[in-house]
């Protein structure tokens, strides 16, 4: 059964929800494929939000309060910051056997 995010929104009346829901079926409908890889999880949000337009885009966003708008726009910003650091060749990673040599990529 593929879910659809918009007939989900149709659907439930409340936000919370509406959150509440499309997290609760994405996770039960692709829990046994998931290993915890940040890549797994963005392939559901992207399809969670593939058939929405901009208008449906527009409307989730204005349904926001203030306290949700900030958490997308911090988590927004730290993923393109964290991108930037990424392509900039900038850090190292700090594990233990690490220590004593050259940092291989």
């Not at 039960?28 to 797994?40: A, F, Q, R, S, V």
Request: aromatic share 12%.
């Amino acid at each position: 059964m593929e879910y659809k995010f918009l007939a989900a929104l149709a659907f439930y009346n409340y936000k919370e929800v509406i959150y509440l829901k499309i997290i609760e079926d994405a996770f039960k409908m692709y829990k046994d494929h998931l290993t915890g890889d940040e890549e797994d999880i963005l392939v559901v949000v992207f399809g969670l939000l593939d058939d929405c337009n901009h208008q449906d885009l527009d409307k989730l966003i204005r349904e926001l309060n203030h306290e949700e708008k900030f958490e997308m726009l911090v988590l927004y910003l730290y993923e393109k910051l964290k991108e930037k650091v990424i392509q900039e060749g900038i850090g190292h990673i700090g594990n233990i056997d690490d220590q004593n040599g050259p940092i291989l990529h």
